[in-house]
């Protein structure tokens, strides 16, 4: 393949030729095409019914229902059809949808707390990494702090280690401190690992702001603390943004310790989805309207941050 | 460490002499000094908290063997007994061999895919943009959740891959089981981690070739040199640092892997998938062998810990560039 590529770089390596470019562009198309599929088939079959959706051979065209998402957010319980013969006419589309399988709804299913665990877990902890973040972050940009390097590193190293192997003495240690299965566990831990990519990052932007801007503002008679508030961080607004989406898309996707830590209170969205059963098995519509629901935001999210995508994925190291 | 933080003494430009220790001696408030240290204490002390203090008990409870499903026992110190037990266990060997498969296989697959669209993508051709962000989508996705998701399009019967291959090859939909099949289970893994992160070696690739300037390209053109020799002793020398970048980052980030494994074939069929984060947590959450999974965690920190080393050490040097 690259063979091909170097030989239509003959012509001009600065500028490709319109029929490289096609080339390029078809195949670069097709891999993003077969790339998205897994994720267009997760949108559709939300919208299909049990039975379409674990239907032989699988069902490109189906009828497109919203039981679903009624799936995900009840609880139904099956009776007999006299007993819904007998029940007065439903009054929502939802308890319809329901009685078609002679089914009612016996009440609210858990998805709803655990979202809401995952929205206060999600933003408490980035909002605790990004402040912890921007302040040492500023400290080790601006002052010769000794060993800075060091420790830098020790920041960074706590990220390395693998969740499950951290998770042994935080379940021992919050066990002993009643921190188990609680949001405020969640959130200190979330916020231990996010923040060592919240100063990597942040200091990286800090970086890039000339120092003078604050030199003059201390000229002034501003203290160091209105020069960090007045020039800095407007100035950071953007890095500091980025920075956080970065963190809540971590706390939002993350598994291995939701999964190891919580069980009921505290459980997040990505344990709880896979738990998502009909009768007999996953509930796969349900699965998917979930799972649809769960990823919606954080596309909308890449989008945002394409600028920044690069930068938060390798900490700071490479930069466009 | 206070007492020997000091302020950064840098010259500014434009700034005389004069006005700098006018300024120096007008900064009012809190000296910088106690600034630095406020700023960055809470930081520290958090990681102390939830990762240091946590990490010394654990290196204690490693020399003993504690199990919590009988935490009624007196806790016994045992020495090295429980390293003992890892090294010259084989399976735990297998687990490793399983594990270094694994990151060996779908790092260099992610390499090549993500090179090669990178390379693509850098021919600029219309709608490049909107395309890559469509590739990009499934690294930030989590893990876990399209993991989970996974099993269903894997499923034999009913799957839509089982399908889509067997339209292409003819081979019947059910005959094989991607999740299920000692021969295909490793590969399928590799296969949806590839999925998720050659994206990832794809963007850093691209800021790469992005870094090459124009004139070297124009410089090898007057010297006639081949499309071949460009790629060889210009493309290829100058992306190797960011693709160093990559492989350690995505290296370390495999060694580690749990989340997609664990809800896509949870170590199996048997243990053929069984990677040592899933043996790990199996040694602690359902055996409940404290002691000696504190030991497997304690070996697995230190060959993370090594391998960050070096990965600290690569982007230093590519920070320099």
């Known amino acids: ?320 | 460490m206070t007492t020997i933080l000091q302020p950064d003494h840098v010259t500014i430009p434009g700034v005389s002499e004069p006005a700098k220790s006018r300024a120096t001696r007008r900064v009012r408030g809190l000296s910088d000094r106690a600034i630095a240290w406020l700023f960055v204490a809470p930081t520290i002390a958090l990681l102390l908290a939830i990762n240091i203090f946590p990490l010394v008990w654990m290196i204690r409870l490693s020399f003993t063997s504690l199990n919590l499903s009988m935490s009624y026992l007196p806790l016994r110190f045992v020495g090295l007994d429980n390293f003992t037990d890892i090294l010259t266990d084989e399976d735990v060997w297998f687990r490793l061999q399983t594990t270094a498969q694994f990151v060996i296989s779908s790092v260099a697959l992610q390499v090549v895919i993500g090179f090669g669209l990178a390379l693509l993508i850098n021919r600029q051709f219309r709608g490049h943009s909107f395309w890559t962000t469509m590739i990009l989508l499934p690294m930030m996705l989590s893990p876990a959740v399209v993991g989970n998701f996974w099993t269903l399009l894997f499923q034999p019967q009913i799957g839509p891959f089982n399908y889509l291959i067997s339209l292409f090859t003819g081979v019947p939909p059910s005959s094989f089981s991607m999740t299920g099949e000692v021969a295909l289970a490793p590969w399928t893994i590799v296969l949806v981690d590839t999925w998720m992160w050659a994206p990832y070696v794809m963007l850093i690739c691209l800021a790469g070739l992005r870094s090459i300037p124009d004139y070297i390209y124009e410089a090898a053109e007057v010297d006639r040199a081949s499309a071949w020799r460009q790629f060889w002793s210009i493309t290829l020398p100058m992306t190797v640092p960011f693709l160093m970048l990559a492989v350690l980052f995505r290296a370390i980030e495999n060694f580690k892997m749990f989340d997609m494994v664990n809800l896509l074939t949870s170590g199996g069929p048997g243990s053929t998938t069984e990677l040592v984060s899933i043996t790990l947590k199996r040694a602690a959450f359902e055996k409940w062998r404290t002691g000696y999974s504190s030991a497997l965690a304690i070996i697995l920190f230190v060959t993370v810990f090594g391998a960050a080393n070096i990965y600290v050490k690569v982007l230093n040097k590519v920070k320099q560039r």
């Open chain 1, 1 to 320: 393949m690259t063979a091909a590529i170097a030989k239509s770089t003959a012509h001009s390596i600065v500028e490709s030729t319109p029929r490289a470019k096609a080339v390029a562009g078809s195949l670069v198309i097709l891999y993003a095409v077969i790339t998205i599929l897994p994720l267009v088939w997760i949108v559709a079959t939300a919208f299909k019914s049990q039975s379409d959706a674990i239907a032989y051979p699988p069902k490109v065209l189906f009828q497109p229902t919203l039981e679903g998402y009624v799936n995900l957010f009840t609880v139904r319980t099956r009776q007999t059809p006299d007993f819904i013969a007998k029940l007065p006419p439903p009054e929502t589309w939802y308890d319809k949808l329901v009685r078609q399988h002679d089914m009612v709804i016996a009440g609210p299913s858990k998805v709803v707390p655990r979202f809401v665990n995952s929205l206060i877990i999600g933003f408490g902890s980035t909002f605790l990494a990004v402040f912890l973040g921007t302040l040492a972050a500023y400290a080790f940009s601006r002052f010769r702090i000794p060993l800075a390097d060091d420790l830098l590193f020790f920041i960074l190293s706590t990220r390395m280690m693998p969740p499950v192997a951290v998770a042994i003495p935080i379940y021992l240690m919050y066990r002993q401190l009643n921190l188990t299965d609680t949001r405020l566990g969640m959130i200190l831990l979330y916020t231990a690992v996010n923040v060592s990519l919240a100063v990597w990052l942040l200091k990286g932007f800090i970086d890039e702001i000339p120092r003078e801007y604050e030199e003059a503002a201390l000229v002034d008679g501003y203290t160091r603390l209105q020069a960090l508030r007045k020039v800095v961080l407007p100035q950071a607004v953007t890095g500091i943004a980025a920075t956080a989406i970065f963190c809540l898309i971590f706390s939002w996707n993350e598994y291995a310790f939701a999964v190891l830590l919580t069980s009921g209170e505290a459980q997040t969205m990505p344990p709880f989805i896979p738990f998502i059963i009909g009768e007999g098995g996953q509930d796969w519509p349900a699965v998917a309207a979930a799972t649809t629901l769960f990823v919606v935001p954080i596309v909308l999210f890449t989008v945002l941050l394409r600028k920044h995508l690069l930068r938060g994925i390798t900490f700071g190291a490479v930069r466009k």
